[in-house]
């Protein structure tokens, strides 16, 4: 195969149109040049586009474990719904238009950031579009590819940009229409950075992807300071996804962008066996369906040329279009497993002759004993450096199909770093159950209670004029937060 079909993950040429100011990045394992040195994160990396990752089944399914729902209860489960209500609702790739989203969708509600509440809406939402297989923008539009050391003296310094135009796929120093520059900063000890500077006067404008990559200054991920104050903001939520969110899932998942992939683990040919056909989605829509456990889905499956000598697993395979998010609850709440495994259907089109080849319809089916992404709420520790709760931890699992793209790995070479797609694995979304917590930093001991500060405090809240919702449900009320908050200022 790989001697077959040499060109691997492109955009089609009637995708790409006239250039624009805004780009997305792209999320896949690091490469080996990507050292703690300058500054990257030990699980993934920047890609150029030729090497993505990405989902190739057009189902997804999500869960909670018994830790999230004992935690956050119901209306944390609808927190989590309504974010995955913004990804179902989009149109498929193929008619997905970013002009038709805002350059900024991040908002203020005052009575949280009085509260100094996180919304566990958005950065749930968050780590999704990164889960699709996006990173932070603001972090990657411009990166160090080299720092070298001749002297004690001199310091190298080869920079390079991973963003990308959305329609161009050029690579772009604008996010959401933002102008970026950079400066090369030393932010630990023998740890250097190429920080964006946002060129325009006015606030940036900002990503949603970018919230989990820029939300802290830990150290890893540094961005521009204006970009990383509002990220830091108490009370901040996004309305929805902005135009380069939009822009860099149009191109993973659009059919023009093709790559040789095999199909996920546990993928066979349909069969004719009786499964519970649910043919709504999930996201807290009024189609959404009651939770149940082992259920069958169906989406497509019918129609089509069928091939009936075995499944087609290794082929050129286009983006999926269109990516649904539907719920299926564990039913062991130890293991994170189905009482009984989940089936999903759907038609798989892939061409065996590269990719000029005539593509083939044929009907699988994937039988899965633990959801695609799992929920759950954990004791995540705390930062480095500074005692502040982590609030949101995911697994990051890759599988590369670089090799089947590409006969890079030659002498020198880095090798092939993609395409790919995500790993069978379950995502665990883990998000932090430490509930209130109180920060004292001075410079004096013997510090009280009076002197400290609300830390840390996960809420949902809108635009409206609904008070907040503080979790744990029935254990933290709002009263004791105000109570908190207006005796330290």
């Known amino acids: 195969m790989k001697n077959l079909i040499k060109l691997l993950y492109g955009v089609a040429a009637s995708v790409a149109v006239g250039g624009s100011a805004h780009a997305f990045s792209l ?21 150029t586009p030729g090497e993505g990752y990405r989902y190739n089944s057009p189902v997804l399914v999500y869960g909670f474990d018994q830790s999230f729902v004992e935690f956050f209860g119901a209306e944390g489960v609808a927190a989590v719904e309504s974010a995955i209500k913004i990804l179902n609702d989009l149109p498929a790739a193929s008619a997905l238009d970013p002009a038709n989203y805002p350059t900024s969708t991040a908002r203020v509600n005052q009575s949280a ?43 190298n310094f080869l920079t ?25 900063q030393q932010t630990a000890p023998d740890v250097w950075e190429a920080v964006e500077i946002s060129v325009d006067p006015a606030e940036p404008n900002v990503s949603v992807v970018g919230f989990l990559g820029g939300e802290t200054d830990s150290g890893v991920g540094r961005i521009d300071p204006r970009a990383q104050r509002i990220y830091n903001s108490r009370g901040l939520f996004f309305s929805g996804l902005t135009q380069d969110d939009v822009g860099g899932l149009r191109y993973l998942y659009h059919p023009g962008t093709v790559a040789v992939e095999q199909l996920p683990a546990g993928t066979t040919l349909r069969t004719s066996s009786s499964v519970d056909q649910i ?27 069928t091939n009936t000598t075995g499944v087609v697993d290794i082929g050129v395979r286009r983006g999926v279009d269109k990516v649904t998010f539907v719920r299926g609850d564990v039913g062991n709440q130890v293991l994170g497993t189905f ?29 899965m004993t633990a959801p695609d992404i799992l929920f759950t709420a954990e004791d995540l520790g705390t930062g480095a450096g500074f005692p502040v709760p982590v609030f ?17 790995g030659g002498a020198g070479s880095v090798g092939a770093l993609g395409p790919g797609i995500k790993d069978s694995a379950t995502t665990v979304i883990a998000l932090a159950r430490v509930g209130l917590t109180e920060l004292n930093s001075s410079s004096e001991d013997n510090l009280t209670e009076e ?23 029935g254990r933290v009320n709002l009263r004791m937060v105000e109570s908190i908050v207006r005796n330290r200022n």
């Open 27 to 47: 999320a896949g394992p690091p490469a080996s040049w990507m050292t703690a040195d300058m500054n990257y994160d030990p699980a993934f990396g920047p890609m």
């Open 113 to 155: 950031r009085r509260l100094r509440l996180f919304d566990l809406k958005t950065s749930v939402l968050s780590a999704l579009v990164e889960n699709m297989g996006l990173v932070a923008p603001e972090r990657y539009v411009w990166t160090l590819r080299q720092v070298e050391r001749p002297n004690e003296f001199t310091r």
């Open 160 to 184: 390079l940009r991973r963003n990308y135009d959305p329609f161009t796929v050029l690579p772009s120093s604008f996010i959401n229409g933002t102008l970026y520059t950079f400066q090369i």
């Open 279 to 305: 043919t709504s989605g999930g996201g807290g829509g009024q189609s959404a369906w009651t939770p149940v456990y082992g259920v069958g889905l169906v989406t497509g499956g019918t129609g089509g040329a």
């Open 339 to 367: 009482r009984r495994p989940v089936v999903v259907r759907y038609s798989d089109s892939v061409s065996t002759n590269g990719v000029g080849g005539t593509f083939r319809t044929q009907n699988v089916e994937r039988t």
């Open 392 to 408: 949101l931890a995911r697994t990051v699992a890759y599988q590369n199909l670089g090799p089947l793209n590409s006969n890079q």
């Open 451 to 473: 002197q400290g500060f609300t830390s840390y405090m996960w809420g949902s809240f809108d635009g409206s004029t609904n008070a907040p919702i503080v979790y744990p449900v």
